[in-house]
């Protein structure tokens, strides 16, 4: 990884976790920007690069309506604010970034994504693209997720599920 990537990877970091300002996060790229013609690329040469430290948090570009959960390292876009209220306790827990375009793309959670739990079990799955995945109570309260919106199914439902890594 050259000096310009990680420069514009810890400021996205920090960015994200609060620590830098939107203002100290222009100062700081710009400090290690390279002459324009040499930072141009294309879509088909940077789908961005993972970040697993960014787990959990829901991310939002300054000059985007975009929402995204961060999971497994890449950016989901969560499709519509019915599929956001349905999962987040509300958008307190929102990070504003400059971009969201150097985090891999994970591609959208399905509309009307949801949490649920069965029946006969306490565990909290969240369900989209045709998965679950179990989330940890500490995983509850660190991601955001709307405990209140968890739908109760029958376990044959769930069970009928593939089931995806568990969020931690």
């Known amino acids: 990884m050259n000096k310009q990537s990680l420069a514009a990877r810890a400021t996205v970091v920090l960015v994200s976790l609060g620590v830098l300002t939107a203002g100290a996060a222009v100062t700081a790229q710009a400090a290690t ?17 993972l970040f697993p ?4 948090l829901r991310i939002k570009a300054v000059d985007s309506d975009d929402v995204y959960l961060v999971l497994d390292g890449e950016r989901h876009l969560i499709p519509s604010s019915v599929t956001y209220d349905a999962l ?3 958008t307190d827990g929102v ?8 985090i891999a793309d ?12 069965s029946t006969d079990d306490t565990t909290v799955y969240l369900v989209s693209n045709g998965l ?3 989330i940890t109570p500490t995983a509850l309260d660190t ?6 919106a ?11 599920l593939p089931t995806a890594a568990p969020l931690t």
């Open 150 to 160: 968890v739908r109760t199914t029958y376990p044959s439902v769930l069970a009928a």
């Open 106 to 117: 994970g591609g959208p959670l399905t509309a009307y994504a949801y949490l649920a739990r």
């Open 132 to 134: 679950k995945r179990e």
């Open 33 to 49: 920007a390279r002459p324009q013609a040499a930072t141009v690329s294309t879509a088909a040469q940077v789908e961005g690069e």
């Open 95 to 102: 990070r504003l970034v400059l971009t969201t375009a150097n």
């Open 143 to 148: 991601y955001g997720f709307n405990t209140a």
């Open 88 to 90: 987040f306790r509300g």
């Open 53 to 56: 430290e960014l787990n959990g």
